[in-house]
């Protein structure tokens, strides 16, 4: 079996394990408090508040919360605040009515109507206008509505879910964002962990990027070579998830042979790899100096520590510090006192 197809079989076998329908990849523990906290979650119709670093899978959090929910067969409809001017987004949210403004030729229904009996998934809440914030928490708390130019109610069942890569408490003791609608989004906390505390999943990240590599440009499945996961996993991804992807895809669609390597890797991701190796055989030197230095000490005099720390200019305890660090052995101590290491 291919290595690709052995992991997704495993991340498949642990999905049906926890009885959930989810695309997110990985088995460490930190996808694994993912999935159970999300099982709990889903069954509900609480408001939930995902906040994450920007590429961490916010957005897969929220459609396993609607896949695994009683509202599964009804819309799962987004929206990314940060994307519209605040009177577009009024109106992409809350829909409007014929002549509510120049262009307005017909009433239309907006992304909270359209999600009726569903989930309305928020992202970047953090993004909202302070006029827009008030208007959401009118809506969230009322279950109701009015469309742009509209005059009648228009009530709503809908599940809400917020996303947002910015802390939203520290936005709410700066005055940015309306604390009263924060707690009326964070009923349910999820936290994404970044790709940096879940390493051990960036084997399997990355043969999923590859299998969907291939897929999307219908090119053959490249095998990862040892020496390219080493960097892979040296990185530190400030990116998270989205920046491996997309350093799989470019290193699919640049790299001349079956395998990927080290150089088909983006600049950034192979000079951190290479940075870590020196550093590594920079310390190394270092330490077999430092042996050598000690080494040639203890010989002028006579292994003995003590002697041997005063042409260091150590003391004789720090020496036996660094002797034991170092892995040396036959250390004896004071002229005519018993050896301290055999």
Known sequence: MHDVERRQATAQTASESLGLKHDIVGTSSKVGELLDLIKRVAPSSSTVLIQGESGTGKELVARALHKNSPRAERPLVAINCAALT???LESELFGHEKGAFTGA??????????????????????ELAPGMQAKLLRALQEREFEPVGGTRSVKVNVRVIAATNRNLQEAVQSGQFRDD???????????TPPLRERREDIPALAESFIAKVSGKYRTPLKALSAEALAHLM?????????????????AMVLGSTLEIRPED???IVFEAGT???????????VKENKKQLVLQALEKAGGYYVDAAKILGLHPNSLLRLIRTLGLRSVSGPR??????N
């Open 86 to 88: 605040e009177s577009l």
């Open 105 to 126: 030729i017909a009433r239309k229904k907006g992304k909270i109507e359209m999600a009726e009996g569903g989930t309305l998934f928020l992202d970047e809440i953090s």
């Open 181 to 191: 609608l924060f707690y009326r989004l964070n009923v349910v906390s999820i936290v």
């Open 234 to 250: 040296r990185y530190e991804w400030p990116g998270n998830v989205r920046e491996l992807e997309n350093a799989i895809e470019r």
């Open 265 to 267: 890797l983006p600049q």
């Open 275 to 285: 940075a870590d190796e020196r550093a590594e055989g920079f310390q190394g030197a």
């Open 336 to 341: 005519n006192a018993p050896s301290v290491a």
